[in-house]
């Protein structure tokens, strides 16, 4: 076999993380128009984590996630997903399918379908909206999206449109929607951003719910909600860590204070 089709085999499967790592990055740059996004950043996800991704605005939060999706590629560095799976050298859906799933702030619904539907399309991936809805469920993919509803907190919303959902049921359903794909890796940007405080605490139980099955990386500007659920947190600033370690560990570093939590 040529080393490009046993990359392409390699590719198509899922992550080996039989060393407890999900994900690697390591010494990874990238600049846009002489501005440096990134910058020697090194990042390590261990399966099933759950690590919050703190740093003020510019600090390379958007662009590691843009990096890690396949949707930008470094200038240099490498970022490894499981020991074999380079994500440098896959497309952006060749990472979905690998088991990568990226939950935007504004939750993408599809508005017009019922709750149950939203997560039949999400299943059964791109194979077109009306063939998808017309494709009947087997019992296995029938209990896991009963499973995936009850995790969300949306079991009795399931024949709702999607577009009556509440902000927050929306973005709990946008969740759903990855976790019926069977990620191993969240990546989950600014999920409390206009929830109530009823609905923040609910996504904090479902985010550390979510943590063991999955690893999952939430990126958060609010502090409190970071501490309802932090584990480890890692803060970036200018494009690289500049502390990691449990939430009182950060915020009682001299230099997260003077470029983050002291703003």
């Known amino acids: 076999m040529s080393e ?3 990359l392409r085999k390699q ?3 899922r992550p080996d993380a039989s060393h407890q790592t999900i994900l690697y990055l390591e010494d990874l740059n990238v600049s846009f128009d002489g501005f440096k996004a990134i910058n020697n950043l090194s990042l390590h996800i261990d399966a099933g984590e759950l690590r919050c991704i ?3 605005n510019g600090a390379g939060k958007t662009t590691m996630m843009d990096i890690i999706t396949g949707k930008t590629r470094p200038d240099s560095g490498k970022a490894f997903f499981g020991q074999t ?3 440098l050298r896959m497309s952006e859906p060749e990472i979905a399918n690998a088991g990568i799933g990226r939950k935007f702030q504004k939750p993408t619904v599809f508005e017009s379908h019922t709750v149950a539907e939203n997560l039949e399309l999400a299943m059964h991936g791109d194979k077109g909206v009306w ?4 494709a009947k469920l087997n019992g296995e993919q029938q209990a896991q999206i009963d499973a995936t509803l009850l995790t969300i907190g949306l079991t009795e919303h399931y024949r709702r449109p999607a577009g009556a959902l509440s902000h927050g049921q929306k973005q709990w359903l ?5 976790l019926v794909q069977k990620p191993y890796l ?3 940007d600014e999920p409390v951003a206009g929830m109530t405080h009823q609905e923040m ?18 990126v958060e500007h609010d502090m409190d909600f970071v501490r309802s659920i932090a584990r480890k947190v890692t803060v970036l600033h200018q494009g690289s860590v500049l502390a990691e370690g449990s939430m009182d560990e950060v915020q009682d570093d001299p230099r997260v204070i003077e470029v983050y939590l002291g703003e």
């Open 186 to 188: 969240l990546l989950v």
């Open 11 to 13: 590719e198509a499967g």
């Open 85 to 87: 799976l380079d994500l």
């Open 174 to 178: 946008e969740i759903g929607m990855l």
């Open 4 to 6: 490009g089709a046993h």
């Open 54 to 56: 703190i740093g003020p």
């Open 201 to 218: 605490g609910r996504t904090a139980e479902l985010l550390t719910s979510l943590a063991g099955q999955h690893a999952v990386v939430v």
């Open 131 to 134: 063939h998808s809805l017309w």
